[in-house]
């Protein structure tokens, strides 16, 4: 069954060629232009989804890409709205959220147990104290159904492309507003760039019907056209959505797999207005659509929307829809208008069109055919209050608009309307943000060209390009009607299409006590599907403020936040391919056999392979640096010098111990602090000079670090330089009992002997006639240097190590083996055994707190935390070989059965021949001796006895070799 209309419709197909897809397995003939919808729409298929929590059909509704209604699957990918998505030749679509085929969906069952699943029932069920049987059986059937669609978890095949972008003026919407906004300010001079989420410039200009006679919108949609490709100063981005509007006019352009970021001088709103659906019985039926979605069907793709209709006329729109459909050959049985007498100023020729008017009427109930596949007939309460029944398989609906008011919010303006909900106003826009059109609550066509040209050249004055004029365009007064309220005694009157809600439960929300929008959105998720609100947020508004006898301007509007359509999670992510650096060893390593791995934004070595199994190799490797001698690539590590007069003092301000009266040739350990008192970075401090200090930080803070020191230097007004040199310079570290004889073999201006060097101490010279900084630290717990020197120079350097020491042992391990050893003397690592909150008392690490300082970054919150008392702590544990199953990195730590930690750091130690690990617990369980209760990933409960740190050589006599 077709039901493509005759020439002069369809301006966005091209007739004179078919291309085919399949939906569901079935295959189906399109013409190119077409979308999903549009395609199923005229081959008579009019079901495209099932809904998300009663599994009802679902329809075309807007027929824009603003509902849940049309979503489907494309191969992998989820979640696409098939009223917008274009078809290509050979796609295969399948919808969603079934339990069998669309016709016959199993799942359809569920909406038959709907009093069962009352408004909050997620909640209730997972938050219901004595209900342990009763969550068992609901949490899997919940989470189950959590979603619609399926995600696949391969590597994406497609490329995401970013761009960084400036203009003077962003139009957002092409619609006559914004045609006519870009086209004033780039005759000003500007350079305009015109953003549009349509495939085609005009907006409302390209379906809707402005007049009885639609010649006059379709040459003013042609002649704004023509001016805007003779204007060399706009840029045109179809297919293109500003996702949000952030500070000083920042925009996230989406558009395909291209995401552009712009920051624009001046902004213009041209964002039109979100027609509504009414809320009664069955009002998400296939074949329930509103105005603009049966406008768009017709002159967009050529479809015939039905075959009799029945026409809501809540405003002027719903007349001029009724009248497209007439031109278009279908039957309208009559129009419903809730007023009982025509308003003044309503200029339409309603006799010769011999329409039949049913005055102060409104929409009882829609009725179904069988299983509820599509729209029947429509139950009209008269104003006799007699019901009428009207077959039909089509209810246009023209209940109303609002603004398109998110990015407008977004920029920190406020929404208000009248206390029907019929008049809106968006007030309180920033500098350098205008608004133009129907999101400035305008309808009359020649007021919205208007108020789009002066907004340009607001946009323009703003720029200094041209002065700002005085002209402004009044709210109007339009024909408009307040929207019907039949809330139905039986349900099924939905608010919220996405999520399944009722208008009963919106009243139920705010009878449980939730009686701010904010709340009733949480409770009841209303608002937070894909339509994110744009079809739900009046209705819902108008049902608390009745519910509360408060107006709608007291309950006000949730907020409205970005992003405003969908993102792909690869439009965020870094997609720059082979991001990692390498350091200079990067070939030694390969040489060797390392098994490489990224870490951070580095490819580093983490296991040099044997032949052996994983565990055997890591345990070889902890071996060779315990008995003989092991190397390591930390080039990685972040280098800062800072050099100048107030060096030393800067140090002492920026980290927790002393620094000013650290000796040269002296290294200090380092631990910096935020100003909260969270524990930022650790390294170690070189003093080469008086007025000259090397900085080592940890891999991934050097970058913060540096740029907080650049920050602090700049507000105290110290006398200094600081370098960031982490590139320049490579580092080894040589570890292990034969560590000084390895370097005593090479030729040397330093003294390695014990008395020469000893711990703690710092020297510059050469080494195998290279020039190193050698510092004499180590988290191995074994007699350690840490030798850095240009990065040219880094490979000549640990050959020569490698040769000199292959007799004693001398071998390098990678960083599983290095992430025990330390594990084993329990020393920290950034970012993994510390947060965000994380305070040096809860590491245990209050002896890096300098007592005589009067001033460090952090002390005052460190002395205000502590005097609150810790409600965690690190502390050492161990566990047998027979209860480790499943225990790992972020299991959680448990105290009278309620989370109060979790597990940092674990792993074998083949040098203790026991698992250990770091974990937080409550203070009084973080002392050797007391247990720790772990939650294995099985849900299996441990215990584990805490132990005193480090697990490994406690005197630490091992690293004064």
Not at 553 to 558: C, S
Not at 829 to 852: H, V
């Amino acid at each position: 069954m077709t039901e493509r209309l005759g020439g002069g419709w369809g301006s966005r197909i091209d007739r004179s060629q078919r291309i085919s897809f399949t939906f569901e397995g079935r295959r189906i003939e399109a013409h190119p232009g077409d979308t999903i919808a549009s395609a199923l729409a005229a081959k008579g298929e009019w079901i495209l989804s099932r809904s998300f929590k009663y599994h009802r059909p679902r329809g075309i509704l807007t027929m824009a890409g603003q509902d849940a209604n049309t979503l489907v699957q494309i191969g992998d990918e989820p979640n696409v709205r098939a009223d917008i998505r274009a078809v290509s030749d050979g796609m295969a679509v399948m919808p969603v959220n079934l339990r069998g085929t669309l016709l016959r969906d199993r799942g359809r069952v569920i909406d038959h147990l709907g009093r069962f699943l009352p408004v909050g029932f997620y909640y209730r069920t997972f938050f219901s104290p004595g209900k342990g049987a009763w969550l068992k059986f609901w949490e899997p059937i919940i989470r189950n159904s959590a979603g619609l669609g399926t995600v696949s978890l391969a590597p994406a095949p497609q490329r995401y492309v970013k761009e960084t972008r400036h203009c003077d003026v962003m139009v957002v919407g092409a619609g006559p507003a914004g045609l006519s906004a870009a086209l004033a300010a780039a005759r000003a001079g500007a350079q305009v760039m015109l953003v549009e989420r349509e495939p085609e410039l005009g907006g409302a200009l390209t379906y809707a019907r402005f007049a009885e006679d639609h010649a006059e919108a379709e040459g003013i949609l042609a002649d704004l056209r023509a001016q805007i490709d003779a204007e060399p100063g706009i840029e045109v981005l179809c297919d293109a959505v500003c996702n949000g509007r952030f500070d000083d006019n920042w925009i996230p352009i989406v558009r395909g797999d291209r995401f552009i970021r712009v920051r624009a001088a001046e902004l213009v709103l041209a964002t039109g207005a979100h027609e509504q659906p009414l809320v009664f019985r069955n009002n998400d039926l296939p074949g329930v659509m509103v105005s603009s979605a049966v406008q768009r069907l017709m002159r967009h793709y050529g479809v015939r929307p039905g075959e009799r209709a029945v026409v809501y006329a809540g405003h002027r729109d719903g007349y001029l829809a009724a009248f497209d459909l007439q031109d278009a050959g279908v039957e309208v049985a009559a129009i419903i208008d809730p007023e009982t007498e025509d308003r003044d100023g309503f200029d339409l020729d309603l006799a010769r069109r011999g329409l039949t008017v049913l005055r102060g009427a409104s929409i009882m109930e829609a009725r179904g055919t069988r299983r509820g596949l599509h729209l029947k007939a429509v139950d009209i309460r008269l104003s006799s209050d007699r019901l009428r029944t009207e077959a039909c398989d089509l209810l246009v609906v023209a209940g109303g608009y609002t603004p398109g008011y998110q990015l407008a919010l977004q920029a920190g303006a406020r929404l208000s309307s009248d206390a029907s909900g019929t008049t809106f106003a968006i007030t309180g826009l920033p500098a350098h943000v205008h608004i133009a059109g129907a999101a400035d609550g305008l309808s009359n066509l020649i007021r919205v060209l208007r108020s789009g040209e002066i907004a340009g050249q607001r946009a323009a004055a703003g720029l200094g390009l041209t002065r700002l004029p005085a002209e402004t365009i009044a709210p109007e007064k339009g024909w408009r009607r307040a929207p019907q309220v039949n809330y139905h005694p039986k349900g099924r009157d939905f608010v919220d299409f996405d999520e399944d809600l009722q208008a009963k439960d919106i009243k139920n929300a705010v009878a449980d006590g939730y009686s701010e929008l904010e709340l009733v959105k949480r409770y009841s998720t209303v608002g937070m599907g894909p339509s994110q609100g744009r079809h739900s947020a009046l209705a819902t508004a108008r049902i608390v403020a009745g519910q509360t006898g408060r107006t709608l301007a007291d309950v006000g509007i949730t907020t409205s936040r970005p992003p405003f359509g969908p993102e792909k999670l690869g439009l965020l992510a870094d997609t720059t391919p082979q991001r990692y650096r390498h350091t200079a060893l990067q070939g030694e390593h390969l040489a060797a056999g390392a098994q490489m791995q990224p870490v951070g934004t580095w490819w580093r070595p983490f296991l040099y392979r044997g032949g052996e199994s994983f565990r055997d190799g890591v345990t070889r490797e902890i071996r060779i640096v315990r008995e003989a001698a092991g190397i390591l690539d930390v080039s990685t590590l972040g280098k800062l010098e800072l050099r100048g007069p107030s060096a030393a003092a800067f140090l002492d301000r920026f980290y927790t111990m002393a620094h000013a009266k650290q000796p040269v040739g002296r290294v200090r350990y380092c631990l910096s602090l935020t100003e909260l008192g969270s524990v930022m970075d650790d390294g170690v401090a070189f003093r080469m000079a008086e007025d000259h200090f090397y900085v080592t930080s940890t891999t991934g803070a050097v970058d913060r670090v540096f740029a907080e020191m650049m920050l602090q230097k700049t507000i105290w007004g110290m006398d200094l330089d600081i370098q960031n040199v982490t590139p320049a310079f490579a580092a080894i570290n040589l570890t292990g009992p034969n560590a000084r004889k390895v370097l005593e073999r090479l030729s040397s201006d330093i003294d390695f002997s014990r008395e020469g060097f000893a711990f703690l101490h710092g020297r510059v010279g050469t080494l195998a006639g290279l020039p190193v900084r050698v510092m004499r630290i180590g988290f191995t717990g074994e007699l350690s240097y840490e030798v850095h020197l240009p990065q040219s120079r880094a490979v000549a350097l640990w050959r020569a190590l490698l040769e000199a020491g292959e007799e004693l042992g001398l071998r390098p391990y990678g960083l599983e083996a290095s992430r025990i050893l330390r594990l084993e003397k329990g020393h920290i690592i950034i970012g993994q055994d510390t947060d965000a909150l994380t305070t040096p008392d809860e590491l245990g690490m209050g002896w890096a707190l300098s007592k005589k300082k009067p001033f460090y970054i952090g002390k005052p919150a460190v002395e205000m935390r502590r005097s609150l008392g810790d409600k965690r702590r690190l502390c050492g544990f161990t566990l047998p070989d027979d209860l480790v199953t499943d225990v790992g990195e972020s299991a959680l730590v448990l105290r009278d059965g309620h989370p109060v930690g979790q597990v940092t750091s674990f792993g074998h130690s083949p040098s203790l021949d026991r698992w250990i690990g770091l974990a937080y617990a409550a203070p009084e369980d973080a002392v050797p001796g007391a247990t720790l209760r772990i939650r294995s990933f099985t849900g299996r409960e441990v215990e584990a006895p805490v132990v005193p740190l480090p697990f490994y050589d406690p005197d630490n006599t091992r690293q004064e070799l």
